[in-house]
């Protein structure tokens, strides 16, 4: 069954540092996502990204984050100068309009912690 | 804004049905996701609503209805490893499928 990949599965990182958070979505999906789940909260949306650009962010998707497909399979999610409350679990999702409930997948997630 | 309410715990016995309810207001619909997460672990697919009515996939089913906002989970035949979180989700925009998440029913399934 196809996956969604992420690296690193676990990074630590301290405070002001910038980070880079990796993800392989299934080949044949268009959509890509970022979320983010806080210790003990609920998964939160950050951005989706489609047709190589931002289709929508949240309003925790400030100026410290930006996300890039630098080639045809990677899709990156940065976050420059980290704060302590940047510490979560970052899951990145695909999907395709084409498939029975969208095909929405998502990785098993990054752990970042902040220190 | 985006407002999906569930339980936050509910615990059953093994061998038990669950029923697990979730109820959103949302500033738009386009497909209602139930997932299951192990703790530190991702979200994995259990189901996915569009349309009123039940869908059945084995001992999960999923119940629908857009005109009361409001959906349920229901689990049957409770094994130990259902023991997990619970997540309603819903898409609330047609164009890129995003998804607003409820804060997920930890479900505690007891010998």
């Known amino acids: 069954e196809p996956e969604v990949t992420q690296t690193p599965s676990h990074q630590v990182t301290q405070m002001g540092q910038e980070v880079i958070l990796r993800c392989v979505p299934i080949?044949?999906?268009?959509?890509f996502y970022w979320y983010r789940q806080i210790l003990g909260q609920k998964v939160e949306f950050l951005v989706s990204f489609y047709n190589n650009e931002i289709s929508e962010k949240s309003e925790i998707f400030d100026d410290q984050f930006s996300v890039e497909r630098p080639d045809g399979s990677n899709f990156t999610l940065k976050i420059r100068s980290t704060k302590l409350e940047d510490s979560a679990m970052y899951f990145c999702?695909?999907?395709?309009?084409?498939?029975?409930?969208?095909?929405?997948?998502f990785g098993s997630g990054t752990r970042l912690t902040v220190v | 804004g985006q407002n999906i309410d569930q339980p936050t715990e509910m615990t059953a016995t093994e061998g038990a049905i669950v029923q697990i309810n979730c109820t959103y207001q949302?500033?738009?619909?386009?497909?209602l996701f139930w997932y299951q997460q192990h703790a530190g672990e991702a979200p994995t697919f259990l189901s996915y609503?569009?349309?009123?009515g039940l869908e059945e996939k084995g001992r999960f089913s999923s119940f629908l209805s857009r005109s009361k906002g409001y959906s349920y989970l229901l689990l049957k035949e409770l094994q130990m490893k259902d023991s997990a979180s619970y997540l309603c989700?819903?898409?609330?925009?047609?164009?890129?499928?995003?998804?607003?998440f409820g804060a997920g029913t930890t479900v505690t399934v007891r010998a």
């Open positions: 989700a819903v898409s609330p925009t047609p164009h890129d499928y995003k998804l607003s």
């Open positions: 609503n569009v349309l009123d």
């Open positions: 999702a695909s999907s395709s309009d084409s498939e029975a409930n969208y095909g929405y997948t």
């Open positions: 080949s044949n999906h268009l959509y």
């Open positions: 949302t500033s738009g619909f386009n497909g």
